[in-house]
């Protein structure tokens, strides 16, 4: 792990799913502390891809490095970045059997060792950066979605991670909820958490993104600062996505 | 708006309908123990329990406890409830055990495990449970007589039975050890489901459930050593003499064919349940623990495991509930369960009504209590404000 190297480097990465070809060659440099949005159609391979960061899907051609690690079949190397890449998932999933506090204690204790004492004050202080200390002691069933996405939010950062990985994290919630995860997304950029996000909230990425990237049928189009990519798209494949997200 | 005349009230209609049915069902029960009643005084057979204090005059071929023919019909009685009880804590322990590693083997990835799981299961559930039995035991028959026992390790194998190396401890002294490691492990069970007192501290609730069964295994060991006569050695290993082995514990091959084949087809079921648990397990769960960097046995026992046994455990209960009843088919093959000490009582006695009363009303405080206690754990680890298990 080494923290001078681009945070995240990927280089012609292809997926496979059967016969069907869900990345084709993607190509994406992650600098420390940048702030990237992908957006795309459904079935473009989003998804796919940052889920290939941290190795929820293996990919089968092209290489992967975070900080200058390879991934590969080394199951230690797999392990080595999960602990410094964390993910927030559409769903939460967060685990239902454990209360909130439990959830964001758990892989601190099992994977970093970290006494009890100190992994629960560390997950209080990230529980009141996202604004739900008093709920530490509920279980994730009694909680609202956009509560239980920070929730899932302050799992991931107890972990203290370089990366932060987001699978559509707004799309679950109901309307009036979205502001409340966006607005703890916009903190988390502000204090410079390189952080890669797979998003259809355009107003977000606007205001946080160093740099937006669109994808469609499992290529990169188009990849280029928000002022230029909202302004001024170059293909027509982006102008016509933007015309449908942003239309109405 | 007005109240409805009475009789169109829905709870005074409700009211009615509950109040003559219950009137029937009490006029039906009285009927006919009165019924019975006159007819077994007609045929000049006393009814009423004074029986269960009369010498049997016959003899149980496996108890717990030491049985002889003086003892009257209520000890004869609770040994064989006794035995039925040891015989499903053998068997269900053993079931779940083999369901375990079954389920997990059908729902794994390797594709041989995934065969040989499948294979498994078609074999032991498609036959019926008394098949697979007399098999067992024609087996165990087959094997050779006592002069030619197989010796393996210290133990003996032939037709007559097991024959493993004992303690020399009384047999009073293992009943009681068992008593006391059964209410060990009931306390830890308790401890670890109950919610009181509120705000105990997780790790002293932990540490409190493992010390629970540390306390009751070390007062067992105790217990056993205290009745250790210090002029025998502590292993009485079996030997043959003559026509037949001595020494020894002996595992008679009615309870161990019995054991084995309710332990087999139940594993099969419970194979099927576990799997269905693991399958009921939302797949985000287990990802969002991959990705936080937990190890695959950590994923496995902090988040699948725990989800997956809240799924399986209704359908556990059932399927508990029915494999405690075939213990009964012991009488098959001559195991003295209750079921079959009951019978052989009748027989004796001529008291069938009054036998059959107390087979019933001890076959429903078995399930009832299992029933009880497992949906009391149920609810004690239910998923909090979830309606099912919470796959989101």
Known sequence: ?248 | MAAPPLWRSKSTRAFMFQSVFLAALVAAVLGATLTARSNLAAQGLTSGFAFLWKNTGWEMNFTLLKVAPTDPYWWFLLMGFCNTLFMGLISLAGASGIGLLVGLMRSGRNPAARLLGTIYIELFRNLPLILQLFFWYALANALPNPRQAIAFGGALISSRGIYLPGLNVSQGAVALTAAILLAGAGLAVWIAATRRPQGLDPVRRRRLVLIAPGIAILAGVLALAASHDPALPWLTLPATTGLKIEGGVRIQPEFYCLAFAITTYGGAYIGEIVRGGFKAVGRGQTEAARALGLSPWQVFSRVRMPLAFRAMLPILINQYVWLIKATTLGIAVGFSDFFMVIASSITHSGQTLEFIAILMGGFLAINFTLAAVLNRLNRAIALKGHQATGTT
């Open chain 1, 1 to 248: 792990m080494d923290l001078t190297a681009p945070a995240i480097e990927i280089r012609n990465l292809d997926k496979y799913y059967g016969a069907f070809q869900a990345l084709r060659g993607i190509d994406l440099r992650v600098a420390r502390g940048e702030r990237v949005v992908i957006c795309g159609p459904s079935g473009s391979g989003k998804s796919t891809m940052i889920r290939c960061i941290n190795q929820l899907e293996e990919h089968d051609g092209g290489e992967i490095r975070v900080f200058g690690t390879l991934l590969d079949d080394n199951l230690g190397s797999i392990d080595e970045i999960r602990r410094e890449v964390g993910m927030v998932f559409q769903q939460f999933n967060l685990f239902p059997h454990m209360t909130v506090l439990e959830n964001c204690t758990l892989a601190p204790m099992l994977v970093r060792r970290t006494p009890r004492t100190e992994a629960e004050a560390v997950a209080m202080r990230y529980l009141e950066k996202v604004r739900i200390p008093d709920q530490a002691g509920k279980y994730p069933g009694q909680l609202s979605g956009g509560q239980q996405q920070r929730v899932a939010i302050a799992r991931a950062l107890c972990m203290q991670p370089e990366i932060l990985l987001f699978d559509e994290p707004t799309s679950a919630l109901d309307p009036e909820m979205i502001a409340e995860v966006l607005d703890v997304m916009v903190t988390l950029a502000q204090e410079g958490m390189t952080m890669v996000c797979v998003t259809h909230e355009m107003g977000f990425a606007r205001k946080v993104a160093d740099r937006v990237i669109f994808m469609d049928n499992g290529e990169i189009i188009e990849e280029a600062p928000p002022g230029e990519f909202f302004d001024a798209p170059k293909s027509e494949r982006t102008r016509l996505f933007l015309s449908q997200v942003l239309g109405h």
